[in-house]
């Protein structure tokens, strides 16, 4: 149900003035018709009162106003009394709009104007009728001026409200992005040597158990030292992602970006927790950072995975540029030796295949996994677009 249009006291204020200063129009013109009686003061105090409603119903008070105003000028009162409340009804019509509604309502006013001064009054000479059709004239356009303005300036307030609000949901999108590469490179980070360790740990553990005559003190001072190297090379790679996460402080300074040139040091660690990776013998192929960026994490992350699901397996990395493309394969050759794992507990999904199609996302780039199709291993395809432009993120 609509509610009724609520009258303020500046509606209130406007239609008083309006009837106060018809009056002394009424009272103190000396020419233009005769004083207005019981009748005439009725015509024209009505013709004030309806303009409390104009600024919600403004047709409808223009058409009560000449309703009011024809008998008024009929019988000859005053006339200069009565033309208040007819500029004040067309100055709220002019500004509510349309334009042509507008301008026809002003042809409409002056046609009256000039019958009633022409045919009633019987004073319709072309003065009088260009000057009072030029005070028509004159607040019809400054009323039409100022509903352009309004909607001049609800136009610029309502795309200021667009673009803060575009502003706000650029810097919530940016947040949400930034929080999932931060979540990616600690998963990337953490997962590969926490997953190593844990596999290096978990065979010296189950040696010192299982086979204690069978120690090889020289092989367990050798695992213990692989996990050692495989800590300090994790705690400089988490200082320099959190440095990367400070760099907008003066004293901070970036670490290096990952790239292709560390495929050996990855082999290195995954080979100290029972894998065999084959890199192909040749050099890494120049690629532009962000795609390295994004290689060297799939990788990372695919030889991890190896080291959980496939201990022992013979893993092969192939990288290869053909048509500004470059294509990336990981594949190993399934399980050959049980896994070790004093801690063991139910599988939970993991965030690492996700994340390699996230990277491979983050240069324009695809992915693809699955079971090799003898099912006797796993399969990880990578495709990159060498154009990427995108600054390398860690």
Request: charged content about 20%; proline content about 6%; some cysteine.
């Amino acid at each position: 149900m609509s509610k009724t249009p609520r009258i303020t006291r500046q509606d209130i204020v406007l239609a008083v003035g309006t009837c106060a200063v018809q009056s002394v129009l009424a009272v103190a013109s000396g020419s233009g018709g005769r004083g207005p009686d019981a009748l005439g003061w009725g015509l024209l105090t009505g013709s004030a009162a309806v303009l409390a409603w104009r600024r919600h119903r403004p047709m409808a008070v223009m058409l009560a106003i000449v309703v009011l105003i024809a008998p008024y000028h009929a019988l000859d009162y005053v006339h200069q009394a009565a033309l208040p409340a007819s500029l004040v009804a067309l100055y709220s019509v002019a500004v509510a709009g349309p334009r042509p509604r507008t301008y026809a309502t002003l042809v409409g006013s002056v046609t009256l104007m000039a019958g009633v001064m022409t045919v009633v009054a019987g004073r319709g000479g072309a003065w009088d009728v260009l000057r009072v059709g030029g005070w028509i004239l004159a607040v019809v356009v400054l009323g039409d001026a100022v509903r352009i303005n309004r909607r001049y300036v609800a136009s610029v307030v309502e795309r200021a409200e667009r673009a803060e609000l575009s502003r706000e949901e650029e810097a919530a999108r940016r947040v949400v992005d930034e929080r999932l590469r931060i979540a990616r490179d600690l998963h990337d980070l953490l997962a590969h040597s926490i997953t190593v360790i844990g596999v290096q740990a978990s065979v010296a553990g189950h040696v010192l158990r299982e086979d204690p005559e069978l120690l090889d003190r020289a092989q367990l001072a050798q695992t213990l030292e692989g996990i050692s190297d495989t800590c300090r090379d994790a705690r400089a790679e988490l200082r320099a992602t959190l440095e990367v996460l400070r760099a907008g402080q003066a004293d901070e300074r970036p670490g290096p970006v990952p790239s292709l040139a560390g495929l050996p040091d990855l082999a290195r660690a995954a080979e100290a927790a029972g894998l065999t990776v084959d890199l192909g013998g040749a050099e890494p192929p120049a690629v532009p950072p962000a795609v390295g960026v994004a290689a060297f994490r799939i990788v990372q992350e695919a030889l991890t995975n190896a080291v959980r699901h496939a201990p022992g397996s013979r893993v092969r990395v192939a990288l290869a540029v053909n048509g500004g493309r470059l294509r990336l394969t990981v594949e190993d050759d399934g399980p050959r030796a049980p896994v070790r794992d004093t801690a063991a507990r139910p599988p939970s999904p993991g965030y690492g295949l996700i994340g390699m199609r996230e990277r491979a996302r983050s240069v324009g780039g695809t992915l693809t996994s699955g079971p090799r199709r003898a099912n006797d291993g796993f399969v990880i395809s990578a495709d990159l677009p060498l154009c990427a432009t995108l600054e390398a993120t860690r």
